[in-house]
T-cell receptor, first 110, second 116 residues
Framework: GQQVMQIPQYQHVQEGEDFTTYCNSS?????IQWYKQRPGGHPVFLIQ?????EVKKQKRLTFQFGEAKKNSSLHITATQTTDVGTYFC??????????FGSGTKLNVKP | GAVVSQHPSWVICKSGTSVKIECRSL??????MFWYRQFPKQSLMLMAT?????????EQGVEKDKFLINHASLTLSTLTVTSAHPEDSSFYIC????????????FGPGTRLTVT
Protein backbone atom coordinates (compact mmCIF):
# COMPACT_ATOMS: atom_id res chain seq x y z
CA GLY A 1 0.00 0.00 0.00
CA GLN A 2 0.95 3.63 -0.07
CA GLN A 3 3.49 4.78 2.41
CA VAL A 4 5.28 8.04 3.01
CA MET A 5 8.77 7.83 4.43
CA GLN A 6 10.24 10.83 6.22
CA ILE A 7 13.80 11.42 7.35
CA PRO A 8 15.52 12.20 9.58
CA GLN A 9 13.57 11.21 12.67
CA TYR A 10 15.38 13.75 14.84
CA GLN A 11 17.56 16.76 14.14
CA HIS A 12 19.43 18.82 16.71
CA VAL A 13 20.89 22.07 15.41
CA GLN A 14 22.52 25.15 16.81
CA GLU A 15 20.50 28.29 16.40
CA GLY A 16 21.42 29.85 13.09
CA GLU A 17 22.14 26.57 11.34
CA ASP A 18 20.00 25.29 8.51
CA PHE A 19 17.61 22.32 8.70
CA THR A 20 16.09 20.05 6.07
CA THR A 21 13.56 17.22 6.28
CA TYR A 22 12.71 14.92 3.40
CA CYS A 23 9.67 12.89 2.42
CA ASN A 24 9.51 10.10 -0.13
CA SER A 25 6.66 8.10 -1.58
CA SER A 26 6.95 4.89 -3.55
CA UNK A 27 4.07 5.97 -5.78
CA UNK A 28 3.11 9.25 -7.37
CA UNK A 29 1.32 11.75 -5.18
CA UNK A 30 -1.43 14.07 -6.29
CA UNK A 31 -0.20 16.68 -3.85
CA ILE A 32 1.68 17.02 -0.59
CA GLN A 33 1.06 19.05 2.53
CA TRP A 34 3.35 20.08 5.37
CA TYR A 35 2.37 20.54 8.99
CA LYS A 36 4.13 21.67 12.15
CA GLN A 37 3.31 20.35 15.60
CA ARG A 38 4.73 22.23 18.55
CA PRO A 39 5.44 20.26 21.74
CA GLY A 40 2.13 19.57 23.45
CA GLY A 41 0.18 21.04 20.57
CA HIS A 42 -1.70 19.86 17.52
CA PRO A 43 -0.57 19.89 13.90
CA VAL A 44 -0.88 23.20 12.10
CA PHE A 45 -1.03 23.43 8.33
CA LEU A 46 1.95 25.13 6.72
CA ILE A 47 1.60 24.71 2.98
CA GLN A 48 0.37 22.57 0.11
CA UNK A 49 2.30 21.73 -3.08
CA UNK A 50 0.49 20.47 -6.14
CA UNK A 51 2.56 21.00 -9.26
CA UNK A 52 5.52 18.93 -10.38
CA UNK A 53 8.75 20.70 -9.45
CA GLU A 54 6.94 23.34 -7.43
CA VAL A 55 8.90 25.49 -5.01
CA LYS A 56 7.23 27.70 -2.43
CA LYS A 57 8.75 29.98 0.19
CA GLN A 58 7.46 31.25 3.48
CA LYS A 59 10.04 33.60 4.98
CA ARG A 60 12.87 31.26 6.05
CA LEU A 61 11.03 28.10 4.98
CA THR A 62 11.43 26.67 1.48
CA PHE A 63 9.23 23.80 0.29
CA GLN A 64 9.95 21.72 -2.78
CA PHE A 65 7.94 19.10 -4.66
CA GLY A 66 9.92 16.75 -6.88
CA GLU A 67 9.55 16.54 -10.63
CA ALA A 68 8.12 13.03 -10.36
CA LYS A 69 5.79 14.08 -7.52
CA LYS A 70 7.19 11.35 -5.32
CA ASN A 71 9.35 13.38 -2.98
CA SER A 72 9.33 16.65 -1.16
CA SER A 73 11.52 18.63 1.18
CA LEU A 74 11.23 21.39 3.74
CA HIS A 75 14.28 23.54 4.32
CA ILE A 76 14.61 26.09 7.09
CA THR A 77 17.35 28.68 6.73
CA ALA A 78 19.03 30.05 9.87
CA THR A 79 16.91 28.24 12.43
CA GLN A 80 15.51 30.01 15.46
CA THR A 81 14.31 28.60 18.76
CA THR A 82 10.75 29.28 17.63
CA ASP A 83 11.22 26.65 14.91
CA VAL A 84 11.28 23.88 17.53
CA GLY A 85 8.66 21.20 16.92
CA THR A 86 7.86 18.19 14.79
CA TYR A 87 7.42 18.69 11.08
CA PHE A 88 5.15 16.27 9.26
CA CYS A 89 4.58 15.82 5.59
CA UNK A 90 1.25 14.41 4.44
CA UNK A 91 1.33 12.69 1.10
CA UNK A 92 -1.98 12.76 -0.70
CA UNK A 93 -3.05 10.17 -3.24
CA UNK A 94 -5.84 10.76 -5.73
CA UNK A 95 -6.60 14.04 -3.95
CA UNK A 96 -8.40 12.26 -1.12
CA UNK A 97 -6.17 9.78 0.71
CA UNK A 98 -3.78 11.20 3.27
CA UNK A 99 -0.74 9.44 4.65
CA PHE A 100 1.38 11.28 7.17
CA GLY A 101 5.11 10.78 7.32
CA SER A 102 6.64 9.76 10.63
CA GLY A 103 7.71 13.33 11.32
CA THR A 104 11.03 15.01 11.99
CA LYS A 105 11.52 16.39 15.45
CA LEU A 106 13.61 19.55 15.37
CA ASN A 107 15.43 20.81 18.42
CA VAL A 108 17.22 24.14 18.23
CA LYS A 109 19.88 24.99 20.78
CA PRO A 110 20.19 28.69 21.57
CA GLY B 1 -8.41 31.37 11.02
CA ALA B 2 -10.46 28.21 11.12
CA VAL B 3 -10.90 26.77 14.60
CA VAL B 4 -11.68 23.20 15.52
CA SER B 5 -12.52 22.17 19.05
CA GLN B 6 -12.56 18.76 20.66
CA HIS B 7 -14.29 17.60 23.79
CA PRO B 8 -13.27 16.24 26.17
CA SER B 9 -9.58 17.12 26.16
CA TRP B 10 -8.86 14.11 28.31
CA VAL B 11 -10.87 11.21 29.66
CA ILE B 12 -10.24 8.21 31.86
CA CYS B 13 -12.62 5.30 31.61
CA LYS B 14 -12.87 1.75 32.79
CA SER B 15 -12.32 -1.20 30.53
CA GLY B 16 -15.53 -2.28 28.81
CA THR B 17 -17.20 1.13 28.82
CA SER B 18 -17.77 3.39 25.82
CA VAL B 19 -16.44 6.89 25.33
CA LYS B 20 -17.67 9.57 22.95
CA ILE B 21 -15.39 12.29 21.62
CA GLU B 22 -16.81 15.35 19.89
CA CYS B 23 -15.16 17.38 17.17
CA ARG B 24 -16.60 20.75 16.20
CA SER B 25 -15.70 23.28 13.56
CA LEU B 26 -16.43 26.59 15.23
CA UNK B 27 -16.28 29.14 12.45
CA UNK B 28 -16.63 27.20 9.23
CA UNK B 29 -18.61 24.37 7.74
CA UNK B 30 -16.61 21.18 7.60
CA UNK B 31 -17.48 19.13 4.57
CA UNK B 32 -14.97 16.49 5.55
CA MET B 33 -13.69 15.47 8.94
CA PHE B 34 -10.82 13.15 9.68
CA TRP B 35 -10.04 11.11 12.78
CA TYR B 36 -6.47 10.28 13.69
CA ARG B 37 -4.73 8.39 16.40
CA GLN B 38 -1.31 9.42 17.60
CA PHE B 39 0.92 7.30 19.80
CA PRO B 40 3.62 8.96 21.91
CA LYS B 41 6.43 10.37 19.78
CA GLN B 42 4.87 8.88 16.67
CA SER B 43 3.08 10.14 13.64
CA LEU B 44 -0.59 10.56 12.99
CA MET B 45 -2.41 7.44 11.89
CA LEU B 46 -5.53 8.13 9.87
CA MET B 47 -8.42 6.09 11.22
CA ALA B 48 -11.31 7.26 9.09
CA THR B 49 -12.63 9.98 6.85
CA UNK B 50 -16.19 11.18 7.13
CA UNK B 51 -18.26 13.40 4.92
CA UNK B 52 -21.34 15.09 6.27
CA UNK B 53 -24.42 12.96 5.91
CA UNK B 54 -22.69 9.83 4.69
CA UNK B 55 -21.00 6.83 6.24
CA UNK B 56 -17.40 7.14 7.28
CA UNK B 57 -14.65 5.51 5.25
CA UNK B 58 -12.38 3.51 7.51
CA GLU B 59 -8.74 2.80 6.89
CA GLN B 60 -7.55 -0.76 6.64
CA GLY B 61 -7.18 -2.38 10.04
CA VAL B 62 -9.54 0.00 11.83
CA GLU B 63 -12.60 -1.75 13.25
CA LYS B 64 -15.66 0.25 12.27
CA ASP B 65 -17.81 -1.50 14.88
CA LYS B 66 -15.40 -0.48 17.58
CA PHE B 67 -14.77 3.09 16.47
CA LEU B 68 -18.16 4.51 15.57
CA ILE B 69 -18.07 7.75 13.65
CA ASN B 70 -21.02 10.02 13.08
CA HIS B 71 -20.90 13.22 11.01
CA ALA B 72 -24.47 14.41 11.34
CA SER B 73 -23.92 18.07 10.60
CA LEU B 74 -21.44 20.34 8.88
CA THR B 75 -20.01 21.42 12.22
CA LEU B 76 -19.99 18.25 14.31
CA SER B 77 -18.47 14.80 14.09
CA THR B 78 -18.28 12.28 16.90
CA LEU B 79 -16.05 9.29 17.52
CA THR B 80 -17.31 6.66 19.95
CA VAL B 81 -14.86 4.10 21.22
CA THR B 82 -17.03 1.16 22.17
CA SER B 83 -16.11 -1.43 24.78
CA ALA B 84 -12.80 0.29 25.37
CA HIS B 85 -9.73 -1.69 26.37
CA PRO B 86 -6.36 -0.52 27.69
CA GLU B 87 -4.83 -0.90 24.24
CA ASP B 88 -7.25 1.77 23.02
CA SER B 89 -5.50 4.29 25.23
CA SER B 90 -4.10 6.91 22.92
CA PHE B 91 -4.27 10.49 21.74
CA TYR B 92 -7.16 10.97 19.33
CA ILE B 93 -7.12 14.01 17.06
CA CYS B 94 -9.76 15.16 14.64
CA UNK B 95 -9.31 17.51 11.75
CA UNK B 96 -11.72 19.27 9.47
CA UNK B 97 -11.65 20.55 5.95
CA UNK B 98 -13.99 23.09 4.48
CA UNK B 99 -14.13 21.25 1.20
CA UNK B 100 -14.02 17.66 0.09
CA UNK B 101 -10.79 16.44 -1.34
CA UNK B 102 -7.23 17.22 -0.47
CA UNK B 103 -7.36 20.67 1.01
CA UNK B 104 -5.71 21.89 4.16
CA UNK B 105 -6.91 20.36 7.36
CA UNK B 106 -7.53 22.23 10.57
CA PHE B 107 -6.74 20.11 13.57
CA GLY B 108 -8.46 20.00 16.90
CA PRO B 109 -6.44 20.03 20.12
CA GLY B 110 -6.85 16.29 20.61
CA THR B 111 -8.32 14.03 23.28
CA ARG B 112 -6.18 11.93 25.58
CA LEU B 113 -7.98 8.67 26.32
CA THR B 114 -6.79 6.42 29.11
CA VAL B 115 -8.53 3.12 29.65
CA THR B 116 -7.90 1.46 33.00
Amino acid sequence: GQQVMQIPQYQHVQEGEDFTTYCNSSTTLSNIQWYKQRPGGHPVFLIQLVKSGEVKKQKRLTFQFGEAKKNSSLHITATQTTDVGTYFCAGVYNFNKFYFGSGTKLNVKP
Amino acid sequence: GAVVSQHPSWVICKSGTSVKIECRSLDFQATTMFWYRQFPKQSLMLMATSNEGSKATYEQGVEKDKFLINHASLTLSTLTVTSAHPEDSSFYICSASGTSGAYEQYFGPGTRLTVT
